[in-house]
């Protein structure tokens, strides 16, 4: 269809929100924006850090019984929860999805943000997320999960950006189609031979894996030596350039 997609969001699932918070923050130089007390109807408490345009959040069940406490006892607390796109008309993308038998999992109207969120099971690996905001076409406007003043908490002196996803797979080149078919965009194959999406504002690749989950995310940092010593120095063990925190491994670009 035509129109508009970039990445909004990326949403990752916690038992509880420290220290995963605190650790991304410090060792990313990422700043909390906002804490939104709306998600406690579905029972859950969050985070949301700015990454330049592109939010990464952290949620982590405070009852039992929720998706989000499904999802870590599925997984055993590997892999990202959500990935969320901003589009100019999530419900014609969300009923596009339904022409290739993806359902509907819940629909979120609070004006002037609409969300269209899709069901798990269909996706397949994580949550996919439409919504639009008006007045939302800048993208430092509005946007009201990450609260008022979400741009003014974004800080570039360690990390600059979010710049990709990869998600894992038996068949990556069929989740990769899949993918592609809700979010209407062709699967492109990258130097490595790899099946990607190509947004505009980052990548997602496809690699082989035991279960279907969005397994790393790639930052482009300012200094990769100094990312990785403060890694360290919070105990987590780093694997060349790259660390598991979240569920998910954190890779750094230059």
């Known amino acids: 269809m035509a129109g508009y997609i970039r990445l909004r969001q990326i949403c990752l699932v ?3 929100l420290e220290p995963v918070v ?3 923050a410090g060792i990313m130089g990422l700043n909390v924006c906002y804490r ?3 998600v406690a109807k579905y029972g859950l408490e969050n985070a ?3 990454v330049d345009t592109i939010l990464l959040e952290v949620v ?3 009852q ?3 998706a989000a406490g499904r999802f870590l006892d599925k997984t055993g607390g590997h892999g990202g929860y959500m990935a969320i796109f901003c589009c100019d008309d999530p419900d014609a993308r969300g009923k596009h999805a339904g022409t290739i038998g993806v359902r509907i999992a819940n629909v979120i109207d609070h004006s002037p943000y609409r969300g269209v969120q899709l069901h798990p099971r269909d996706c397949r690996a994580a949550f ?3 919504n639009h905001t008006d007045g939302s076409d800048d993208i430092l406007g509005p946007y009201p999960p990450a609260g008022p003043d979400w741009s003014k908490s974004i800080r570039k002196d360690v990390t600059q950006a979010l710049t990709g996803v990869e998600m894992q797979g038996p068949d990556p080149r069929g989740l990769a189609e899949h993918w592609g078919r809700i979010i209407e965009i062709a699967v492109t194959t990258n130097q490595a031979g790899e099946p990607e999406l190509r947004l505009p504002n980052c990548r997602f690749r496809f690699v082989k894996g035991v279960s279907e989950i969005m397994s790393g995310l790639t930052f482009r940092v300012d200094d990769i030596a100094a990312v990785r010593d403060a890694a ?3 105990g987590y063990v780093v694997k060349g350039d790259s660390f598991d925190l979240g569920g998910v491994t954190f890779s750094l670009a230059a």
Do not use: M, Q
Request: aromatic share 8%; hydrophobic share 35%.
């Open 14 to 16: 916690a038992p509880r």
């Open 22 to 24: 605190g650790d991304i």
């Open 36 to 38: 939104d007390g709306n």
């Open 48 to 50: 949301l850090l700015p």
């Open 60 to 62: 982590a069940p405070f």
């Open 64 to 66: 039992p019984g929720t």
């Open 128 to 130: 996919i997320e439409f």
């Open 232 to 234: 360290k120095k919070k």
